[in-house]
């Protein structure tokens, strides 16, 4: 069988050297060599992606990446397996594994992109080695372009006059934002109050924090302020507001109302992915990120949309102080990916495919949480999603789980004792009742927590 | 002669494919696949960095980059011209365009890479698409021990027992590093105080008052503090110590000393580029960047090395609070960039090139300012380099210059009006009888440079 897989690519080129018709074309008709090149390099691209995925299977539980052999050479790929996998082919279980339902990483769209034909790039030694794009940016105007189209037809974002920054990842995103809504012409003497409506995500206060900045200071829960008019009236309010929120799925709105203040619209979850999309978002300052959408975290590729000059050119100036604009590799990759999306059926196929795969493990999720009278979940009802054209079920990225009998007051030792990592409600300023389980992680995970889930509630009734 | 480079890919694919032994003991020989499967696919690169050099020449005075075609399907390759030409295929050169010796776009290095084979990458649609590498980090580990082979190589660094994290250029690095310096175990009440010694990069000034932070600030140059002892055993001072300096290009060391004092070494440019490495530098947090080494300043990729654990872990956590690390692909190209360099003679091949590209710009601009009473250049001499085991000439980055006529105190406006554009004197916090000139950018912008300063050295006397 593995020798089956080494065959596949020399053989996918041996068919296409010797029958592709451009090769025989091409000696008799010198016009025709232009577009040629270009195909044989897309070829190429297909050729490279075939190899990359064919040659090591490690078993169906890992994978090998490109460094090693196609980058460095002498050395042979080597499987890097996922949780609870080992040996060389990670064919071995690890049957006293605990399940692992922490971090976000969202490899539940991997095997999409494994099976995608012709999406790889190739980068020349000597590509973009100058600090900004022809027009002077940091900024790829053609990728900015594949953006305003993707949310044109998503039907999530209004960019029609708005303002397009990118940043590495929407964590960069976040404090050039707070940095431009804090900074300059504030005629109020206090810092910015920056705030959240808990559950939130820890890193709007852990990166507000770290900067220790005199220009905001993190100010915890909207709660603490919705009343307080006085407040509101002296100081400059941030409030970042998440939706789809983050760990619960819900889409939400502003808490806090008045002049001084300014929101941040983290629409990272704003994806059919994981949401009904009601109308597109038109909030004055939203962030977006690949990292959910198409799965490609490690990019570090996020974006701003941006209602008001003054900010955005704010914004601007922290990228160019802070890392000068982030990576042309990583603009490229991000232009491939998306020019891959808007080619197939205008972006259907890559969110039926997130949405089922979503979908389908909300509903084992759920079925097995419905059996238990220990556990329950956020409450998520069908809605009806502009971009399917349907009414589609719930398929959130986290479970917000709750544990309900009354001694459980600690939710994460109680799933650790059976085997389930997951993060604490604390961590999300909540209370620690509450477990933030990762439903977007690689199927192997999401197999295995099912496992772990669905022994100990059989075992607990 | 057009048609003949569209031909050149073709031809030498045509070759690969028909008459490569791999593709004939391959068929016979089912144990010989494995080995195959990833030299066709280096092949894949030679032949995709071949396309994208060959495809459109652009008249020598530009370049076609590979969005256009290859990742984006139907669209013609565009050539996007250096300064001062234009058309569609860079042929015109625009006779009243001023010479640009303002930034220090490194694209002098460009040829180097233009003419190397085998020097890209290809990125699959599924490579790393998680959050961190298989131990946990943001960081690959093989990059870092390409970094510490290629340090030990150039002798420009000590690695040993050190810690090694990497930022979006060492622009990321350098803010990362005050925070961790001027953070924590800090019993001293006052912020921080971090300084430079003019003349010195902008960046360090203006980045530090950007963060507007409680935990430091800007104060300066340190002459206004090295005699202040009391200042010194109060506050922590935080020393930017450039070397080579940014603009002169000369070695330096940290003016302030005590026990308070802490120091960021910048070693932009300590490589046998632009001057002689008398020993491995081993200072306690020193930053290196691409940028100006090999030229790739676009990948946005740098490199902090540091003794102490604590303030590299302080480092760490502000890297994952701000991006969450950096772009997996800029890591997968700088390997591939370092892997390039590791085995062309051991590097060698690059420093010959840099050296010998610097060394023949300074004495082209030494010989016409010579011929000036009017202007002179900072004073360089020749010094013992340990990598090339020879006494070598100065090869600085910029030339800074100085209009020594009494009237001229504003040397940027005199050179303006000759058609230079460098950059001002009190940039660098130094006298405006002073221009930074650029010598790092391509060829066509060093030639118009060194014609229009010809032409007006020649008028002036």
Same sequence: chains 1, 2.
Avoid at 108 to 122: T, V
Avoid at 423 to 438: I, K
Wanted: net charge negative.
């Amino acid at each position: 069988m593995k020798s089956l897989m080494y065959l596949a690519l020399p053989i996918a080129l041996l068919i296409i050297s010797f029958f592709s018709p451009n090769f025989f074309f091409c000696v008799t008709d010198l016009d025709y060599w232009k577009p040629i090149i270009w195909r044989v390099s897309a070829a190429g691209e297909a050729e490279a992606a075939a190899a990359a995925a064919v040659i090591i299977p490690c078993s169906g539980h890992g994978r090998a990446y490109l460094e090693y052999g196609l980058v460095v050479k002498g050395h042979e790929p080597v499987c890097e397996c996922n949780p609870c996998y080992g040996g060389p082919e990670c064919s071995e279980f690890l049957s006293d594994c605990a399940a692992d339902a922490g971090s976000g990483d969202p490899y539940f769209m991997e095997p999409f992109w494994m099976n995608m034909q012709d999406n790889a790039i190739l980068i020349s030694g000597w590509h973009r080695m100058g600090y900004t794009y022809g027009d002077g940016s940091y900024t790829s105007e053609l990728l900015v372009n594949h953006i305003k189209k993707l949310h044109e037809i998503v039907g999530n974002a209004v960019t029609d006059g708005r303002y397009i920054i990118f940043g590495g990842g929407s964590t960069q995103l976040l404090n050039a934002a707070v940095y431009a809504l804090s900074s300059g012409n504030n005629s109020l003497v206090n810092p910015a109050k920056v705030v959240a409506t808990a559950p939130y995500y820890p890193l709007y206060r852990t990166q507000t924090e770290l900067f220790n900045s005199r220009d905001y200071q993190f100010e915890g829960d909207t709660s603490l302020w919705k009343n307080k008019t006085s407040d509101i009236n002296d100081t400059t309010f941030i409030e970042i507001v998440t939706s789809p929120t983050n760990p619960e799925g819900k889409l939400s709105k502003a808490v806090l109302e008045g002049n001084n203040v300014k929101t941040i619209n983290d629409r990272a979850y704003y994806w059919p992915n994981f949401t009904p999309i009601p109308s597109p978002a038109d909030d004055d300052l939203m962030l977006f990120t690949l990292s959910k959408f198409t799965g490609h975290a490690g990019t570090r590729f996020g974006w701003a949309i941006i209602k008001d000059k003054d900010v955005y050119e704010k914004m601007l100036t922290y990228m160019d102080l802070t890392t000068v604009g982030i990576s042309r590799e990583a603009q490229l990759r991000v232009l491939k990916i998306l020019n891959v999306i808007l080619e197939r059926e205008d972006g259907k196929q890559i969110f039926q495919f997130g949405y089922s795969t979503m979908k389908d493990r909300w509903m084992r999720l759920k079925q097995i949480i419905s059996k238990s009278k220990r556990f329950s979940l956020q409450k998520l009802s069908p809605h009806y999603c502009s971009f399917f054209k349907r009414v589609r079920h719930p398929s959130p990225a986290y479970a917000w789980l709750k544990c309900e009998r009354e001694e459980d007051k600690n939710c994460y030792k109680i799933l650790e004792g059976a085997g389930i990592n997951g993060y604490e409600g604390s961590m999300y300023s909540a209370d620690d009742r509450y477990v933030r389980l990762s439903l977007i992680r690689s199927q192997d995970d999401f197999d295995i927590l099912i496992n772990k889930l669905t022994n100990f509630v059989d075992k607990d009734y």
